[in-house]
């Protein structure tokens, strides 16, 4: 065994010991494992620990704890043996924190009131993130046993009452729309074990749309909580970035700002995003980090119809059959309910690609491949692809900022488009309903494509996933006599058969103008009635 080998599971060893914490122990799983494991909770947990993690989103399971209908201890164990079951179902955990959380969850039982607005509530986390007392490896073999960092927004949500029960899985470099390493392994969906559950966020994403989290923390830089979220048929939200804290966060190139990141929750039901932003921003974390804008969470209300814009596509990859139909019954629902819906015309999406896609690694991917190498570990397949995208090379000082004057150039060319679309009737577009990717959730090692996703990172535009439907193999036929546009619309359209995704869920998203979050979030919530979906909606599991 080699010393990578070797180092890489003494990190396993401690997560499987993690695991024998659960008790009472989960029984014997079958081998094989399903191909979808939604049925799987109902048949290993009690019926009460069925019953909490399966009927409730977090604002109701903070209702019943501050009603002490439910103490923080019982709900902090039924979740803590679901994710268990997750784990074993999905491989979605890098760490149980069994006892920590036992001993958390007591204390705040323990208190006369309610610590905060997430009293007793449990959260579960990416772990790149970084926890304080626990090391950190952020994917990377060469950084196994090295601590973590201050986080802020882990801070806030642990004196606002939540209790820490596990840390997620994410993929080597943290840069794939995969969860892939040669650490923890490879994170599966939990509606179909043969599909990827996304990333970078994907330990994340399974363990939600497990229902082994009601509250999840991921990050986005590409698509990172969209993209799980979506594959997974959970709710998902990327803020603006400075919106929210960002430092704690272990990584390379750090202090590379030229796609900035963002945190942000992955949940069962839009009102847990709200709620999140809210406790966050309550805090004015802009007091201690100047870096961030300075702007509370202030929910917007619309006194008219709305004016949204579909994008059927991106003009370079079609999306699925799947993804077309959940575009047209959502956007018929909204024109039904009196909005004003109205094509998105795609500005130069191939061009943006091509500078988000170097944007990423202007150091050529150096400081990335350097750590990988450290340590000997492989280099995986969606790793290297993305480093070695066209025109990604080491840049010097003037091409660089060569380079962020064509994003920035970019950004006001499609400001300049989105308020174009007020010439005619004097309404400007409000939001913008898109596919999160090109389809339901891809093969393994199949997601090759960013741009559904990416596009509004490069222009730094709020985002908010939600469910829709799933793969219906009678609805949703391949389309045989269709003929791709070019490498990429070939790659995607050969991709799919409606039995390959047997099971997916298929979810979009909501885009709004840079910092106009509130609006996007309240946009959503119009959307969602449309559909028929009451407030009690949440994500079905």
């Given at each position: ?9 003494s ?47 977090a604002?109701?399971?903070l ?22 079951l ?9 760490e ?65 009452g ?8 994410e ?14 392994g ?70 590379n ?43 917007v ?6 004016k ?56 050529g991917?150096?400081?990335?491949l ?19 995208q ?18 920035d ?19 400007e ?40 439907t ?17 490498e ?17 869920p298929v ?27 009451d ?7």
């Open positions: 065994m080699n010393n990578w080998q070797e180092k890489s599971q990190a396993r060893d401690y997560r499987d010991a993690s695991l024998t914490k659960c008790d009472p122990p989960i029984g014997e799983l079958p081998d094989p494992l399903p191909l979808n494991s939604q049925e799987l909770p109902k048949k290993y947990l009690t019926e009460r620990e069925y019953e909490l993690t399966q009927n409730y989103d604002i109701e399971l209702g019943m704890l501050r009603r002490r209908e439910l103490s923080s201890e019982e709900l902090t164990r039924a979740f803590l043996r679901r994710a268990t997750a784990q074993y179902a999905t491989n979605c955990l890098t149980l924190m069994w006892d920590d959380a036992i001993t958390r969850a007591r204390y705040l039982d323990s208190l006369s009131k309610p610590l905060g607005p997430l009293h007793g509530l449990p959260i579960s986390i990416k772990q790149h993130h970084g926890m304080n007392g626990k090391t950190n490896h952020a994917s990377y073999v060469a950084w196994i046993g090295t601590p973590s960092v201050p986080n802020p927004i882990n801070d806030i949500l642990y004196n606002s939540c209790v820490f029960y596990c840390r997620t899985n993929p080597q470099s943290t840069m794939q729309l995969e969860c892939n390493n040669n650490i923890t490879l994170t599966v969906n939990p509606w179909n074990r043969n599909l990827t559950p996304g990333g970078s966020s994907g330990g994340e994403g399974a363990l939600v749309g497990f229902g082994g989290s009601v509250f999840g923390m991921g990050g986005d830089i590409g698509g990172s909580i969209r993209c799980p979220a979506s594959n997974n048929g959970v709710y998902g939200f990327k803020p603006t970035s400075r919106r929210v804290p960002l430092s704690g966060m272990k990584c390379t190139m750090l202090g700002e030229t796609v900035i990141p963002t945190f942000g929750p992955l949940t069962r039901s839009r009102e847990t995003l709200n709620l999140f932003m809210d406790v966050i921003l309550k805090t004015e974390p802009w007091r201690y980090d100047p870096w961030l804008f300075p702007k509370q969470w202030t929910p209300t619309f006194d008219r119809p709305l949204i814009a579909v994008q059927w596509w991106d003009g370079v990859v079609k999306p699925h059959p799947p993804m077309i139909r959940a575009l047209r019954e959502v956007s018929d629902a909204c024109r039904a309910a009196g909005h004003k819906v109205v094509d998105w015309v795609s500005l130069k999406h191939a061009e943006a690609w091509s500078i988000v896609s170097r944007l990423y690694f202007p150091d991917g150096e400081d990335t350097n750590l990988i190498k450290e340590s000997g570990e492989p280099l995986l397949p969606l790793t290297k692809w993305i480093i070695e066209p025109g990604v090379k080491k840049l010097s000082i003037q091409e660089l900022w060569a380079l962020c004057r064509e994003r150039t970019y950004r006001a060319e499609y400001a300049a488009h989105w308020s174009a679309t007020a010439a005619q009737d004097g309404q577009v409000d939001v913008i309903l898109c596919p999160t990717t090109p389809g339901a959730a891809p093969p393994h090692e199949c997601s090759r494509y960013w741009p559904y996703t990416a596009q509004w990172n490069l222009l730094d535009y709020p985002g908010a996933v939600f469910p829709v799933f793969v219906d193999p009678v609805k949703d036929k391949r389309d045989e006599g269709y003929v791709p546009m070019n990429k619309d070939k790659y995607n359209h050969e991709l799919y058969s409606p039995e390959k995704y047997v099971g997916a979810s979009l998203q909501v885009i709004g103008r840079r910092n106009h979050d509130e609006k996007v979030m309240a946009a959503l919530e119009v959307i969602e009635r449309a559909m028929g979906r407030e009690k909606f949440r994500a079905r599991l």
